[in-house]
């Protein structure tokens, strides 16, 4: 990502961002063509679309409790809390700045797209495996014969 480059600001930052830059292209990619098909009625891309959607709830699932266990450790921990003692002068007072509301801020700002995909992964697997769309899938590929056969007859 952009951050991860300015922030390293070297080749190996450059490389991370490239990686990462393909690795999303490579999903935009397959989730386009997934849903490409998905909207041709084919059987193949429903069923891809499930395992993906469960790949992405599960996936989201994971990284909300690895970042809830982690503001629970890091709120209980005699390490973590003595590293977020602000440090001031002896004799000043110290400064308003709490470190361990920014760790809790950073902790909900990575785990809000975790919920986004909790959210998601359900509603897909939702809208896949209701019995509507089970029903709607014959009948696309009934249409889609159909109209291969009115195309042979008028071509």
């Known amino acids: 990502s952009l951050?991860?480059?300015?922030?390293?600001?070297?080749?190996?930052g450059v490389w991370t961002a490239s990686v990462e830059l393909l690795l999303g292209l490579g999903i935009l990619a397959a989730g386009v063509s997934v849903g490409w098909f998905l909207l041709a009625g084919r059987t193949w891309a429903r069923w891809t679309a499930v395992v993906l959607a469960g790949f992405l709830l599960l996936a989201s699932t994971a990284a909300v409790v690895a970042l809830a266990s982690f503001a629970i450790w890091s709120l209980n921990s005699a390490e973590m809390q003595a590293a977020l003692q602000p440090?001031?002068?002896p004799g000043a007072t110290p400064p308003p700045f709490q470190p361990q509301r920014f760790v809790l801020g950073m902790v909900g700002m990575y785990a809000l797209p975790g919920?986004?995909?909790?959210?998601?992964g359900i509603t897909?697997?939702?809208s896949l495996?209701?019995?509507?769309?089970?029903?709607?899938?014959?009948?696309?590929g009934s249409i889609r014969q159909e109209h291969r056969a009115l195309r042979r007859e008028i071509g």
């Open 3 to 12: 951050m991860v480059s300015v922030v390293m600001s070297n080749a190996a």
């Open 87 to 89: 440090q001031s002068p």
């Open 115 to 120: 919920v986004f995909g909790i959210f998601m």
């Open 124 to 126: 897909a697997l939702w």
């Open 129 to 140: 495996l209701t019995r509507e769309t089970g029903n709607w899938f014959p009948f696309a």
